[in-house]
């Protein structure tokens, strides 16, 4: 919910409209994601721990480097087109609020994903 405020912002949004957002959300993520990896880390036998928390920082890392990445394309595209080094364009609300819908059309995406996905039984060989 608090991704998707961030496209509603209007161009004379202040300083603190921006701020309670982002703490919200770096709220959340922080409430999240120990829980999270706890959980994924609890569910594996004890000689797969190491291979499971390199592999969590591994696609960590990896989303946020790819991520920050697709944000600057989708941000990019979103500039005029200006001969090279003739002005100088900064980006625009709008082009940011893309990024926003994106992610959060990608966050839905993968909440679909995860409550279509066949749930795994304890034992094994059991379906």
């Keep these: 919910m608090t991704v998707f405020?961030?496209?509603?912002l209007k161009p004379s949004a202040s300083d603190f409209d921006i701020?309670?957002?982002?703490?919200v959300l770096g709220l959340g993520i922080s409430l999240f994601n120990p829980a999270n990896n706890s959980a994924i880390?609890?569910?594996?036998?004890?000689e797969k721990v190491g291979l499971a928390s390199s592999f969590l920082a591994l696609s960590r890392n990896l989303g946020l480097v790819i991520g920050v990445a697709f944000a600057e394309m989708v941000i990019t595209l979103g500039l005029p087109i200006s001969p090279l080094g003739r002005t100088k364009a900064s980006p625009s609300l709008a082009s940011i609020q893309d990024v926003w819908k994106l992610v959060v059309i990608i966050g839905l995406a993968a909440i679909l994903v995860s409550w279509t996905r066949e749930k795994k039984l304890d034992g094994p060989g059991v379906k």
């Design 5 to 8: 405020s961030f496209t509603l």
């Design 19 to 23: 701020l309670w957002r982002q703490v």
């Design 41 to 46: 880390i609890g569910s594996l036998p004890r």
